[in-house]
């Protein structure tokens, strides 16, 4: 049985850890992110400006979605990080079964409100009729592989709970190859358009996922046997305790987001298509946050599973710092860089690429400014989830949301529509704070429980 790339994370330098488990996440979601670029730039390139705003405007409820899909997968991995640091073999195989269960069923939930309520969404958020048909056939399409995006998450976050961060990495390079392929394929020879383009990202996925299975199969402790595959009302109950919170708290960011986007729908189709411009580089800004996160939570799931409360706060610094460190590094590039890779995006007339250059690389420049922020709100959102509290992290997205919605409606009547750009850095320092205040008061409670059972035990055992 294949258990090479499995990380018992209870044990062993915690710097050295959480860094081996994070770097192949950060190259994975920097294939991640080169493929949804490409489509972003051969649209841009291939078919025009309009076609570069009609992404933009699906973007958010495509994020919506897509936040439903990890959130629920990445609340189920928190209870598989615990089993396994706990050294409940026979529990955790019944868990994924619950597991596999719940996300069928999320599946189909999914693409039928996605498909249902599409036209609904883009009319509440005032698409513009230029770009309301491209918007809407690619979010046609991105729904339709909502099965194929759940697949591939659960199973990431089945392998990322065992310590495995390689295998997502081998899927995500073979999925950047595939899609870049196929989206010179389809929208520079075929010329499918932006139809082209997300049937690229779907077919991509499909073998992400395939690759995925086939090492979960040869692995031991998440080789499920038919008995397995049953609901547990148990298992499904606590899986779902701590999955809908964090779905929840990706609804509200994301319905957050479109509000913002209903505000830059107002500014006319060249503003809306350098917002996107820079939202394809979001991913990059956050990707390492992203891959720190994911390790802190499989790392203090662990740890909290095998009673390492110590290693958690060790931990955690050890994070925090590195997260620090990658920001200021991804800034500094941003800033240097960032007008070239945003001309990448746009083509056609000169005097529109400049203005469309000029309004992404100003709200670039604001998020770099501010990047560290961001990079804190990952590390102890993912902390608080570990240590399996899912309810303040949930909190802290509402805060996004007040934040984030407050500031698009109201700074630029103030300071005018590049106001819009401050909404994501007010919205990352109330969830900031609220996160980091939370982690401690849960690690202070844990600690202390834990020092009373240790008396306890002591004066039991003197008696």
């Known amino acids: 049985m294949q258990k090479t790339n499995t990380k018992d994370m209870t044990s062993g330098s915690p710097v050295k850890l959480l860094l081996f488990f994070a770097v192949p996440l950060m190259l994975g979601n920097l294939f991640q ?21 009609s992404l933009g405007a699906a973007d958010w409820l495509n994020w919506l979605f897509l936040g439903l899909v990890t959130g629920l997968t990445q609340g189920f991995s ?5 089993l396994y640091g706990a050294g409940q073999r026979e529990r955790l195989k019944q868990t994924i079964g619950t597991a596999v269960l719940l996300t069928v069923g999320a599946a189909v939930l999914f693409v039928l409100v996605g498909q249902g309520g599409l036209r609904f969404f883009l009319d509440l958020m005032h698409t513009p009729d230029n770009i309301y048909a491209g918007a809407e ?3 046609r399409i991105m729904f339709g592989g909502i099965p194929v995006i759940l697949a591939y998450n659960l199973s990431a976050s089945m392998l990322r709970a065992l310590g495995d961060g390689k295998t997502p990495l081998y899927a995500m390079v073979i999925a950047a190859c595939i899609n870049v392929v196929l989206d010179l394929v389809f929208v520079m020879v075929f010329h499918w358009g932006i139809p082209g383009a997300a049937a690229a990202t779907v077919i991509a996925q499909v073998f992400s996922f395939l690759y995925c299975f086939m090492v979960i199969r040869k692995m031991e402790a998440l080789s499920i046997r038919r008995e397995d595959l049953r609901m547990d009302r148990g298992i499904a109950s606590r899986l779902l305790m701590l999955g809908m919170p964090v779905m929840f708290q990706n609804i509200i960011i994301s319905v957050g987001g479109m509000v913002v986007q209903y505000v830059i729908n107002g500014f006319g189709f060249l503003f809306v298509a350098g917002f996107t411009a820079t939202n394809k580089l979001y991913g990059l800004l956050e990707m390492a946050a992203i891959s720190f996160g994911y390790a802190v939570t499989t790392y203090t799931g662990q740890n909290l ?5 110590d290693r958690i706060r060790t931990g955690m610094r050890s994070a925090m710092a590195m997260a620090a460190v990658t920001s200021v590094v991804v800034s500094a590039v941003m800033l240097i860089f960032g007008p070239a890779i945003l001309r990448l995006f746009v083509s056609g007339d000169p005097a529109q690429m400049d203005e469309v250059v000029g309004i992404a690389f100003h709200y670039l420049s604001v998020m770099s400014y501010f990047l560290v922020i961001l ?3 990952h590390v102890y959102r993912c902390g608080l989830q570990g240590l399996g509290d899912t309810v303040m992290p949930m909190v802290s997205g509402v805060a996004e949301f007040v934040m984030r919605v407050s500031a698009a409606l109201l700074l630029p009547m103030v300071i005018g529509q590049n106001g819009v750009f401050y909404a994501e850095i007010l919205a990352w320092t109330g969830a900031a704070v609220i996160l980091i205040t939370a982690y401690y008061r849960k690690m202070h409670r844990l600690t202390g429980g834990q020092k009373t059972r240790t008396v306890e035990r002591n004066r039991d055992e003197e008696t």
């Open 305 to 309: 599973g095998a009673g390492r409360l």
């Open 33 to 53: 992110q080169m493929y949804t670029m490409v489509d972003t730039i051969i649209v841009g390139k291939g078919v025009g400006v309009e076609a570069l705003a």
């Open 375 to 377: 990079y804190a709100l």
């Open 137 to 139: 056939i690619y979010l």
């Open 78 to 82: 928190i209870q598989m990080a615990q």
